[in-house]
């Protein structure tokens, strides 16, 4: 008798012990967002209850989430900040393959990992605003925000050009390293600043391919006077050696290769290239992407709507960039056999540049890029970053790759 009393004495005083450290000071706490919606809900009697689910909303499992639809009906809490609304024009449409996507992942991500704190809503290309006029409408504030490729910025900056690509340079990994540790950002920053915008890298290409040929090109002889679609820092290089470049939007590109009117196109990666269907007007391609072995992809921020975001949803916004980039690099790699063996099948013949073309080529940009040095500083200052960081990072490219 005299053990069970103390036992029992034992127990009360435990359960008070447990009572006071461990569960009051967790009634105390803070409620996560959706709990916090429930308990709104439940405390107002004056809320007609939810209707009841549908038979095909219930599930067997106990754990299935509850249907958006009943999850919107719930009464947000009182002091809950205001949703953040933004307006994002893609220079992709959504349903192009990797380049699309990446733009819409960003809209899916960041509504996902800030509990529907902050929406930037995808637009089609020219949707609010003209292709060529997404770095303006970003600057003056038209729109919030750009998801764009090295083609966006303004001729006024061609230092710009080389965060998004370059000619015979890296290719991502080695191209991120400089970017993030190598004094990229940096500058990057330094150089964006006065233009009223705020950029972070948002996604990334995987090595292109190096153009669509009507006819075989042997040598160099066969690449002058020849009419190709072709932007950026490549084209400046081709046309050195005597190419005509144009600058053509993906229907328009497609139409002249139809047609005629242009011999050959550059436009993306194999898995893009076949989406747009441009092996079915040009049987010859061409590796490598020389012009582009990786691609950063640029999310332009209006400056002033980066600065008034809180703290937590700019993280926000570089976790759902960074994770875009791990994404977009991992599936780049992916798709890219499958649609060279589809596109085969289709009596497409894949081709390498003769040496004699490629050492032409790389001595066309070399001369390219020293032009550009000695007219622009900060060209200037991006290449001569870029060259140091190479040249050190040779001896890991040597010796890291196989």
């Not at 192009?96 to 809209?107: D, M, T, V």
């Not at 509990?115 to 006029?133: I, Q, S, T, Y």
């Not at 063996?341 to 003769?354: N, S």
Request: glycine fraction near 8%; aromatic fraction near 8%; charge should be neutral.
């Amino acid at each position: 008798m005299r053990n069970a009393v103390i036992g029992i004495i034992a127990g009360i005083v435990i359960g008070v012990v447990i009572g006071v450290s461990v569960i009051a000071p967790r009634l105390k706490a803070s409620l996560p967002v959706t709990a916090a919606k429930v308990v709104a809900e439940l405390s107002q009697p004056e809320v007609s209850p939810a209707p009841p689910l549908e038979e095909s909303q219930t599930s067997a499992s106990a754990g299935t989430p509850l249907e958006p639809s009943y999850l919107e009906r719930l009464v947000p809490p009182p002091d809950a900040p205001p949703v953040i609304r933004w307006r994002m024009a893609s220079a992709f449409a959504g349903a192009l393959p990797h380049l699309g996507a990446q733009g819409k992942r960003i809209e899916t991500e960041i509504w996902r990992i800030s509990a529907g704190g902050m929406e930037v809503a995808f637009h089609e290309p020219d949707a609010l605003v003209p292709e060529k006029n997404l770095f303006e409408a970003v600057k003056s504030g038209a729109i919030d925000a750009a998801f764009a490729g090295p083609d966006a910025w303004p001729l006024t900056s061609p230092a710009m050009q080389l965060m998004g690509s370059v000619p015979f340079g890296p290719r991502a990994d080695e191209y991120l390293a400089w970017f993030y540790f190598g004094g990229g950002e940096k500058l990057m920053s330094d150089i964006t600043a006065p233009m009223g915008v705020q950029v972070l890298i948002c996604g990334l290409v995987a090595p292109e391919g190096a153009g669509w040929y009507r006819r075989p090109v042997k040598t160099l002889e066969d690449l002058k006077g020849l009419r190709v679609r072709m932007t950026g820092l490549g084209a400046k290089v081709m046309s050195r050696l005597g190419v005509k470049t144009l600058s053509l939007s993906e229907g328009e590109t497609f139409h002249a290769l139809e047609t005629g009117d242009i011999d050959a196109a550059e436009y993306s990666m194999p898995a893009i290239d076949q989406q747009l269907g441009l092996h079915r007007m040009a049987r010859n391609y061409y590796f490598p992407g020389w012009h582009q072995p990786a691609t950063l992809l640029p999310l332009i921020v209006n400056k002033a709507k980066w600065e008034a975001l809180p703290a937590a949803q700019r993280s926000q916004l570089r976790a759902v960039c960074g994770d875009n980039v791990r994404h977009a690099l991992a599936e780049g790699e992916a798709l890219q056999y499958r649609a060279l063996l589809a596109i085969t099948k289709e009596g497409v013949t894949v081709r390498r540049w003769p040496r004699e073309i490629l050492v032409s080529l790389e001595k066309a940009w070399t001369e390219t890029a020293a032009a550009a040095a000695k007219a622009d500083r900060d060209f200037k200052r991006v290449w001569d970053s870029i060259s140091r960081f190479r040249a050190d990072y040779a001896v890991w490219r040597e010796l890291g790759n196989p």
